[in-house]
């Protein structure tokens, strides 16, 4: 098996509702993954297993094949997540949530940890908006702040729920834009969940269909822009 993650035989219900069923799949390491579906398909439940935020009914998940709360454990693997609503707290400065988990766990000086933050700010282009409190943003600037705050802990898998959720075309390009150069500049993982086909055309290297609880078409986008499966026919 290649280095990659792998899901094995992850089945979840919701209220006896199947939401994943038996799904096994895998992503190759340090490439941009995405996983394509309508809304309510699982999509966000297997990130979420992938961060530990829920557990499965059955199956694992192995990074490298090695099971994941292994790895969490002796390994220290470092997984960030960007939420759908980017989840940033009005009652601190941006710069502030930017900064918040390593001012919590006290990782490096206050000073290295403005010095990075302001750096991630500035890349993602933001910085003006350090003291501001993110309600006095737009929708698209909160969005590159929560991904400013998930980089601030360098992880080697970064997980994006609905990246361009209520995102207008120019921020939603701004987004795709982040993610391509963080692909070409950085050893990480990026797995993105959305629905939106443009978008996932644009960063992927490899799109997989979740449909009816399982992924059965995983390719790169020329091929899978090509293939008839319904969710596709609009770009058919």
Do not use: C, W
């Not at 992503?27 to 999509?43: E, P, R, T, Y």
């Not at 499965?56 to 002796?74: A, T, V, Y």
């Not at 206050?110 to 302001?118: F, P, Q, T």
Request: charge should be negative; proline fraction near 3%; aromatic fraction near 4%.
């Amino acid at each position: 098996m290649e280095n990659n993650i792998y899901f094995s035989s992850i089945s979840k219900s919701f209220d006896g509702k199947i939401v994943l069923d038996n799904l096994s799949h895998g992503f190759k390491l340090n490439q941009v993954h995405v996983i394509l579906g309508k809304s309510g398909m699982g999509k966000s439940v297997l990130l979420k297993m992938l961060m530990g935020l829920m557990k499965p009914d059955s199956g694992e998940i192995l990074i490298n094949n090695i099971n994941l709360d292994d790895i969490k454990i002796k390994e220290n693997i470092k997984i960030s997540y960007v939420f759908q609503f980017s989840a940033l707290l009005n009652s601190l400065t941006v710069i502030d949530n930017v900064t918040l988990y390593l001012d919590e766990n006290n990782i490096d000086t206050k000073e290295d940890r403005l010095k990075k933050a302001y750096k991630l700010l500035n890349d993602l282009g933001v910085e003006q908006s350090a003291e501001k409190i993110p309600s006095d943003l737009s929708g698209g600037m909160r969005k590159r702040v929560a991904i400013a705050r998930s980089l601030m802990i360098e992880p080697e898998i970064l997980l994006y729920d609905e990246p361009t959720a209520e995102l207008d075309q120019i921020n939603t390009k701004i987004i795709a834009d982040i993610i391509i150069e963080l692909k070409k500049n950085s050893p990480i993982t990026q797995l993105v969940v959305t629905h939106d086909i443009s978008f996932a055309l644009a960063i992927a290297d490899t799109i997989s269909i979740l449909d009816e609880g399982v992924i059965n078409l995983s390719d790169s986008p020329e091929i899978i822009k090509k293939t008839n499966h319904p969710l596709l026919h609009p770009i058919a």
